[in-house]
């Protein structure tokens, strides 16, 4: 028997935030005496940051769609203000995008530094 328990996007969304803030208050630690943990580290954050970045759009298509299918209204305010609403927040996704593109690139430069560090920890009599 198949049993398949559908979790709501928002808790996946909390979830994933709390995950990350219980990893920085772990990371100081770890940098300092794992240099190997650390490098699966920022590899394992530039894989969540290209994932990040292909979520957005995603949502960014799920308003539009609520927008024009009339799922989405603002009480009281007019439809130009729920189109400005909706608008804002596609303008915020596509820079938000941008930028969880550029953290993976910075983080997968990092990633390589820190294997050569380890490596070079590793050649040092110790």
């Known amino acids: ?3 398949v328990v559908s979790v709501p996007p928002s808790l996946l969304a909390a979830q994933a935030r709390s995950a990350t803030r219980r990893l920085a208050g ?3 630690a770890t940098a300092r005496s794992e240099p190997e943990e650390l490098s699966r580290v920022v590899a394992a954050l530039r894989l969540l940051a290209d994932d990040v970045a292909e979520v957005l759009p995603a949502l960014q298509r799920l308003l539009e769609d609520g927008l024009l299918g009339g799922r989405i209204e603002r009480r009281g305010h007019p439809v130009g203000a729920a189109v400005d609403a909706v608008t804002a927040v596609g303008h915020a996704l596509g820079q938000a995008r941008a930028d969880a593109r550029s ?3 910075g983080l997968a ?3 390589v ?3 050569g560090l ?3 920890a590793e050649e040092q009599p110790g």
Do not use: C, F, K
């Open 26 to 28: 772990t990371l100081e």
């Open 109 to 111: 430069s990092a990633g």
């Open 118 to 120: 380890a490596a070079a």
């Open 103 to 105: 953290i993976a690139d």
């Open 113 to 115: 530094v820190l294997q």
């Open 1 to 3: 028997m198949n049993l």
